[in-house]
């Protein structure tokens, strides 16, 4: 009997302290690296936004919703690449580290190291393409997209107040932790795929805020003449979506740890693996392998 294509949510919730308790091992210079490409692809997904959005001045007049709706549906093309390349992205550690230290596989300091590593090494991949792949490329350096850019930035970081942007957080952040919850659950790429665009094109669509996307989006406005400062990106848009997504992320880890990890012991799992399998569970994992996808 083959085994099920999608994994039950007691098994993701297991997969993600996995997950974590590799990503605690890993090299720190690995962490980093992983997460400047994370960075890169999250950009090309916010180009295609960026293209869509400011490219259709008139339309966006007439028929807002349905750009907002266009430009939701390509900003997925990035994303998608991040879980299938392996790469390190922050709102995503947001989610598994901490079910991890919440069953104790990995010490609270480990969450603390990997979040502020990746934080930077998405920011280096994002500062990366909006300066030299999309501003000195010039990829988008005629109009209508110069204002576009400037306009989709005056709207993520100095038309809203704090509060506005951090309650943005928690919508996008939830959104994309169920992404990737679900593509984990799949066992297929393009079960995985699917999973992941329809949530990630939700939160696009109602212009929630992703601390990620924004290190693309808001430096990328200010290249192109936005009239914000480093300072006042920080200050305002940074720490509170940063602040956000975290809250949202929350909102998926919590229930998942008191819902389906309420008898996991770690402790126990080490002493089950030093064992070794049994022969049905070798079998299940034979049959898992073939059908992974990813």
């Known amino acids: 009997m ?17 997950q974590a308790i590799m990503k605690h091992e890993a090299r720190y210079d690995k962490i980093f690296f992983k997460a400047v490409l994370a960075g890169l692809m999250l950009s090309f997904g916010g180009l295609m936004n960026e293209i869509v959005s400011g490219g259709m001045p008139d339309l966006a007049q007439s028929n807002p919703a349905l750009v907002r709706i266009l430009a939701g549906f390509v900003f997925p093309t990035g994303f998608v690449l991040i879980p299938m390349l392996g790469l390190e992205l ?6 598994v580290f901490p079910i991890a ?9 480990s969450l603390l190291v990997n979040w502020i590593i990746v934080t930077f090494g998405n920011l280096v991949g994002s500062l990366f393409s909006a300066a030299i792949l999309v501003r000195y490329a010039g990829v988008i350096s005629t109009e209508p997209y110069i204002t576009g850019v400037r306009a989709y930035a005056q709207k993520k970081a ?6 506005q942007i951090f309650l943005r957080g928690i919508g996008c952040n939830t959104l994309v932790c169920i992404a990737i919850w679900l593509a984990t659950g799949a066992r ?19 212009s929630f805020d992703h601390v990620i996307a924004n290190m693309f989006y808001i430096p990328l406005g200010i290249m192109f ?3 914000l400062s480093a300072a006042g990106y920080i200050r305002k848009s940074l720490v509170a979506t940063y602040l956000g997504n975290i809250v949202g992320a929350t ?7 008191y819902f389906y990890l309420g008898d996991y012991s770690h402790v126990k799992r080490l002493e089950e693996a030093e ?11 034979r049959r898992s392998s073939a059908t992974a996808g990813v």
């Open 251 to 257: 909102i998926v880890w919590a229930p998942a740890v």
């Open 188 to 206: 297929e790429t393009s079960s995985k795929l699917i999973a992941i665009w329809i949530p990630i094109w939700i939160f696009v669509a109602c």
């Open 101 to 109: 230290v919440a069953k104790r596989a990995v010490p609270w300091w």
């Open 225 to 227: 003449g936005l009239d």
């Open 158 to 163: 100095v038309d809203p107040q704090f509060h």
């Open 90 to 95: 922050l709102t995503s550690n947001m989610m």
């Open 275 to 285: 064992e070794g399998p049994s022969e049905s569970e070798k079998i299940s994992d």
């Open 2 to 18: 083959d085994p099920p294509s999608t994994l039950k949510p007691a098994q993701v919730a297991r997969v993600m302290i996995d």
